[in-house]
Every structure is written in C-alpha cells, then in structure tokens.
C-alpha cells in the first residue's frame, strides 16, 4: 500500500512529511518506563500512542523494528542531576532489593500492556545490561572534549554545542525550572545546563546497584541510557524517537547532545511526543501520588479497551482532561460499536475490491499526524456501508489491527456461547435488579454480596449516573 505519512517533528516544529533513511524500513525507539512503581494511566497513554504510530507503519507497508529501554538504574527524582535515585526510593518504600523492584514492576508494567493490547517492542533492554557501552561512550566524549571530571561525577559540557536547545524554543532561564521537580544547583557544574554521565560514591554511598569504572565506583546517569541502547539496536542513523511531552527537556535535549557528540553526526530525524493526561488538578503524577492504574480502572468496572478508546477519541498532541463523566461516555460508546459488530454474521464472500478501497481510506484517514479520531470515524462509515457482514468483518480486523480496540473478541464470544449470549445477558440483568432492590431496602451487605458474586465470574459491574454498567473480564 503507498500512502504518505505525515508526522508533526519536535525538531523542526512543525508537521512534514515521513521519509526514512532506509526505504521501506523504519528504525524506531520509545523511551521505556522507570520501573520503581506502577504505571499509571498517564504514562500508559505515550504508550498506546506510539504503539499505533508503529502499527500503523506497518499497516502502510514500512517494516519497523522498535527499540525500548527499561531504566532500572540512575534516574534520580529531579532532572537537576539532585534528588535520590528512584529505584532505590521504590526498594527503601518496599523493604526490596532494587532488582526485585525491577522485576517486580516491569512485569506490571507489560501486563498493563497486555491489557490495553499494546505491542511488545521488537527489543526491550534494561539499563544494567549495558554497563560496559555506558562507559565506552563516556571515555570517548572525554577523549573529544565533550565531557569533564569535576567532584568525582563525569559530566557532559554543553557550553561545546552550537544549539544545545535543539529541540525547545524556550531559553535557558525557563528550562531550568525542573519538568518534574525544582532544580536544585550542582557547584561541579561549569555552565547550568551540564548534566551527569557517571556518579560516583561520592554522590550517594547508600546506592545499591554501583559498578567499577574509570571514574572510581558508581552508576550512569539517566540521559545515557537511551543513547546507548538506541545506538546498540539500530545504529548510528535513527528514524523515529518518541515519548511524552516532559522528556523534550532534558532528557532528549541531553540524548541529542551526547549522542551527536559521540558519533560526530546528526542522530534522529523525527521527534514524536505524546501530550499529558491531566486532571482537573493538572498532570497525573506517580511522585504526586493520587495516580490511576489499569487495574484500579479495572476494578471500577471499566474495560481497558475503553480507556484505550478514550485515548484515541483525543489527538496525541493535545492535552487530556480525565474524568469519570468522560469515561463514562466513552464506555457507553464503545459496548455500543461492541454490539454492532457483534452482529455481524461473517456471512457471504469477501469482497476484495472493497477491502482494499477501505484499507486505503483507512490508510489516508490516519497519514496526516496520526490522527487516530479520524480513524475511529472510517470504522464508523464502514458499519453503514451496504456491504456483506464477511467484507465488514475481513476490514474491521484490517483497521483493528492499528486502532487493537479488541474488536474480533466480539464475534469470538458470540461464537464461543453459540447462542447463550441471551442467557447471560438475562442473569446479569436479574442479578443487577435483585441488588437494586437490595439497596432500597438499605440491605447493603446484600447489595455487596451480589456484586462480589458477578465478580468472581468475571462480570464487573459499575454504578454511574446514568445507571449500572457491566463488563466481562477477559
């Protein structure tokens, strides 16, 4: 299938045309998680978004390989270079060793994945795999006069670059107000702005994961990682590099800068970054607390997919407010789409000629920017095209396969119930009635009771404003 792909490009601020460096091949890295503490929904949506910007590569032809890190080590809990690393704070909170943390927390971290059908990269590496590359970049942008030794740490010298803001318009009286925390000053430092490419003990001796190096014993600061897996996996010239909007500065600032400076050429030729979701309070935060998880979603009676959904009604640049009201909505949308297509036989022969009309339209709905809302639409246009159920069905799993909104898994129940799809319907909703009147008699424990029992045979159900609400869990 030939159709442009349009991508909006941190680096040059503004909306260009996808061209990569091999044709037909994409080299693709996403920064991974720190895995200190469970996900939450906030993080997860960079996640889905950049994993239908991969599926939909794929969908229009090109062959990807993605690249992700897993940072189980060095990033502290402010961008200033200060603060305690977050590894060892998530040990300290739960009595752990920082490597049974990470395991612990990656694992979570792909099981919520798994949950919202969001793909595994073709390569996930951890930090502490890559200790020895940390080190032979950091020697090498000493040997270039990249980088210096002060206080026993190794820092990297931005006074050497000709734009260290490559990818912000902002100067540098604004950036040093921290992303996440407040900066605090480093008197090592030669120029503000430097940052961190080996700690030694003597910044913290309670550090638990420490190697030998050049430099004396210590650990990598947070920005290398990434260059050096990303150099590792796809080599010197890279396509894509995404992550959220709060990893623009400094962490991909800092990334461009080492990187450049070590292979003496430019690195990455788009940049993608995905907007916040905030709450009425602002950002959802882990170092905040008060964060949303997957499972928690799931436990109030909502359906990954849903949350999904909700991401994908919004554009990946703008910001978005989350709220019940919302989800809600969005909930009652998706059982909705579930149900027309649930009804779809899968009779007739498919018709190729439209498959293929579709796929393309599909394909050109979504090639300026990603725009994922105009995607949901094609889905839409196709449940009222006067076409057999077996083409609708043939490109429904076409569309989902990018969108992965779990749509098949319709047809998948009604033909595994081959017609007790009524019955159950007729128990839940018995179920539902006898808890409502329950609580008008105020016996509560009851109410509780009923809800307990759907739970344990996988049906959630939740009270809104509109009325209770029931999903099947897979």
Known sequence: MEQKVYLHNTLTKKVEE???????????YTCGPTVYHYAHIGNLRSYIMEDVLEKYLRFVGYDVKRVMNITDVGHLSSDGDTGEDKMLAGAKRENKTVMDI???YTDAFFEDCKKLNIKTPDVVEPATNCIDS??????KLLEKGYAYVA??????DTSKLDDYYVLSSQNE??????????VEEDTNKKNKTDFVLWFTKSKFDNQELKWDSP??????????????IALKHLGEYMD????????????HTNEIAQSESYIGHKWCNYWVHVNHLNTKSGKMSKSKGGFLTVTKLQEDGYDPMVYRMFCLQSH??????????????????????LNRVKKLTGEGEVDAEQLEAYKAKFAASMSNDINTSMGITVLYDLLKEDYNDATKRAIIEEIDYVLSLGLAKAWEKTEDNAGGDDELVAYIEAKIEERAQAKKNKDFARADAIRDELKDKGIIIKDTREGVVWTIEE
Not at 18 to 28: H, L, S, Y
């Open 316 to 337: 990946y640049r703008k910001p978005l407010e989350f709220s019940e009201e919302g989800l809600d909505n969005v909930a009652r949308t998706y059982e909705k789409l």
């Open 240 to 251: 894509i590099h995404c992550g959220g909007v709060d990893n623009i500065f400094p962490h």
């Open 102 to 104: 990470a395991k612990f």
């Open 134 to 139: 940390f080190i032979e970049m950091i020697e």
């Open 18 to 28: 996808f061209i990569p460096n091999v044709p037909g091949k994409v080299a693709m």
């Open 215 to 228: 430099w004396g014993v210590g650990y990598p600061g947070w920005h290398i990682e990434c260059s050096c």
């Open 173 to 182: 009286d604004d950036l040093q107000v921290g992303v996440r925390d407040d």
């Open 151 to 156: 206080g026993d740490n190794v820092y990297f």
